[in-house]
């Protein structure tokens, strides 16, 4: 297990650094000028030592190679440093001070490192987007069980349907639509996400709670569709196999072999698609932000695209990467853990 | 004597048909998509009001703002017109109107965008599955494509490319072939996997064997015995492509970096309706329900044609 984990560690190196190089071709070949926005008045000697100033007249692979130094050395520093100074889990450790000052990744847009800015925006992406995929995961698995187990039944065909509307509705939609009928219409929760809000008793609480319904509902809504369709169809693949007939002539009780025999064996494939859908999910929450102004990294996003913030735009891309390949790493060796013929292939 | 049969063995393609027409949702499916498709082609022939069409002056005045028909059933107060049978928005254009020519938009872009895509899975799937040398360095691409993020790709591109299409095939046309070819190279992988797959398998069948045999070239062996026997996953995958391009597309539009303002396709509408959404609930949420019910219908029409297309199934 330890030799597979660490192979498919090594190999999802390459990826990343593949997908870095393509997101710093297509920003830095496409035509744009950072420079477009300063006042006519700043004569043009000026300004060209500006650009020079950002790096911009220099030979591509040194400016991806300075990248990839901040990216993954000087970052690194920053947020050991972070950890030993001020939070909680290891603030007891010694003070680092590991960072002596190198160049960061500088937005265009704000003039402060972009890191800092995406750890800020980050929870909030992760508070919405992972409460919603755990309620997807509690609700969809034992629809999915059951609407396998009873085949054909009401059940199964209304939530084959339900399904079916759930992943033909986009989000954009779905969002807009709950927003009429439970913001405006019920006046139930609110339609814009408050996230100066700082959780510090019951009642902030409660309130946090009461606007994280409507996003954490549409993106459930969405990852629910899917997970329990492939629930379903694995179940039922494997309700048909031999070793069910086996488990049942033994003469298990029904709870036991559908629960635990057959469960068991169904959930292979559901943890990869549960691991390989959470980069769609990130997707989708691009949208489920911009709808419900939820100021997470994909609002951040959109407004650095706006702005031509070239610095932030390939960090945020890039840092969506990382998640889609950190999940693909995962739902790898989850696959293994659970089907020891993969491990020796 | 032998007994001569009365009727003709049907071909294949009878059984799929036949199939096709016991599949409930499948029918529906075709249904709801041929007659949306119909009415937002043929229908400015019969409502023939101009979607592009300002009124000026006093008739501004009277026109922008115009609630849907309907309202008029629970509101008696509301600004209804019956020349304006879906009413007008805050311009005064016809959002009838509006409706179909987004809705024209809207498909052509599913369409064109997922017969680009299906053509570049296919092609990449068959010279994957077909040529070994080709296979490893292929699939990698192909698994190195499905681990970008692709949304934030098409965002970043399309407003990088914007300008100098636009300037090369103006505004409309640049970004509608802009739109199409994003939507068409970020999501050919799932086809080229499934079409690898199965040329994997055919190319150990006996048939192509004897085909060799017979000195048949590749490209022929390609297009006359492998391409026939792939047909029906690659429908399939067409068809369930046009709902992920009109969606894609639909999105872009919502985040404001799909057509121009003045050219509406249904997300466009829907996001032009979002700010006004309390006083006008109708306008975000016609193009809505245009948009679900087209994806809809087109997975609906996807499933069933896999049933269909499957021998395996056919026969129950």
Do not use: C
């Amino acid at each position: 297990m330890l030799t597979f984990a660490i192979r498919r560690l090594v190999l999802s190196v390459p990826t990343l650094l593949f997908i870095a190089l393509v997101i710093f071709l297509l920003l830095n070949l496409a035509p744009n000028d950072p420079m477009a926005q300063v006042p006519l008045t700043i004569p043009p000697e000026v300004k060209q030592k500006m650009r020079e100033a950002l790096g911009i007249g220099e030979a591509l692979p040194l400016q991806f190679w300075k990248w990839l130094v901040a990216m993954f050395w000087t970052e690194p520093k920053v947020l050991i440093d972070w950890l030993t100074a001020d939070s909680l889990l290891l603030g007891w450790l010694p003070d680092t001070a590991l960072y002596q000052g190198e160049l960061r990744v500088i937005s265009w847009q704000t003039r402060s490192p972009v890191m800092d800015i995406v750890v800020q925006r980050l929870p909030q992406t992760l508070w919405v987007v992972g409460t919603a995929y755990l309620l997807a995961i509690v609700i969809a698995v034992p629809i999915g069980i059951y609407s396998a187990y009873r085949q054909y039944s009401w059940f199964d065909q209304a939530g084959t349907f339900v399904s079916m509307i759930g992943f033909s509705i986009p989000p954009f939609f779905s969002g807009v639509l709950v927003i009429v009928i439970f913001s405006v219409q019920l006046g139930w929760f609110p339609s814009i996400y408050d996230t100066t809000l700082q959780v510090t008793d019951w009642d902030s609480f409660l309130r946090q709670i009461n606007q994280m319904i409507l996003p954490v509902m549409v993106l459930t809504l969405q990852i629910t569709a899917q997970l329990s369709r492939f629930m379903r169809a694995s179940m039922l693949d494997n309700l048909g196999q031999d070793y069910v007939r086996t488990a049942r002539a033994k003469g298990l009780g029904e709870p036991n072999v559908v629960l635990v025999h057959v469960l068991r064996n169904s959930m292979i494939p559901v943890v990869t698609v549960i691991a390989l859908g959470v980069p769609n999910i990130f997707g989708g929450a691009i949208i489920t932000e911009q709808v419900f102004k939820v100021n997470g990294i994909g609002q951040l996003l959109i407004t650095a695209i706006e702005a031509n913030d070239l610095p932030m735009v390939q960090t945020l891309t890039f840092v969506f990467a990382v998640l889609i390949v950190l999940f693909n790493l995962i739902a790898d060796l989850a696959y293994g853990m659970l089907d020891p013929r993969i491990r020796y292939d | 004597m032998t007994d001569t049969p009365l009727a003709p063995p049907r071909s294949q393609w009878a059984d799929v048909w036949h199939q096709f027409r016991h599949h409930r949702g499948a029918m529906f499916g075709a249904f709801v998509f041929l007659f949306l498709v119909a009415a937002v082609y043929l229908g400015p022939l019969v409502w023939t009001v101009d979607p592009q069409f300002l009124p000026r002056g006093r008739d501004f005045l009277d026109l922008r703002d115009t609630r849907p028909i309907y309202v008029a059933l629970w509101d008696g107060g509301a600004k209804v017109s019956w020349a304006h049978p879906l009413g007008t928005d805050n311009l005064g254009r016809d959002t009838l109107a509006r409706l179909m020519f987004g809705g024209r938009v809207s498909i052509a872009v599913g369409l064109t965008a997922m017969v680009l895509s299906v053509l570049l899975g296919t092609f990449i799937g068959i010279l994957a599955g077909f040529f070994r040398r080709l296979d490893g360095p292929l699939m990698r691409l192909t698994d190195l494509f499905l681990a970008l993020p692709l949304l934030p790709l098409i965002l970043v591109a399309s407003l990088l490319f914007r300008e100098a299409l636009a300037a090369r095939f103006g505004p409309e046309g640049g970004v509608f072939i802009l739109i199409v070819t994003l939507i068409g190279l970020t999501s050919w992988m799932q086809t080229a996997r499934i079409v690898r797959g199965d040329v994997l398998a055919l190319k150990e069948r006996e048939f192509v064997l004897a085909a060799r045999s017979i000195g048949t070239t590749d490209t022929r062996l390609i297009t006359r015995h492998m391409l026939p026997n792939i047909l029906s996953p690659i429908l399939v995958s067409a068809t369930l492509g046009i709902a992920t391009a009109i969606i894609t597309e639909s999105a872009l539009s919502f985040l404001g970096f799909g057509f121009p303002p003045d050219f509406p396709t249904w997300g466009r509408l829907l996001n032009d309706g979002v700010v006004r959404l309390s006083s006008y609930p109708e306008r975000p949420i016609w193009p809505g329900i245009l948009i679900s019910l087209t994806v809809l219908s087109v997975n609906y029409l996807g499933d069933g044609l896999r049933d269909a297309l499957d021998p395996r199934i056919r026969g129950r």
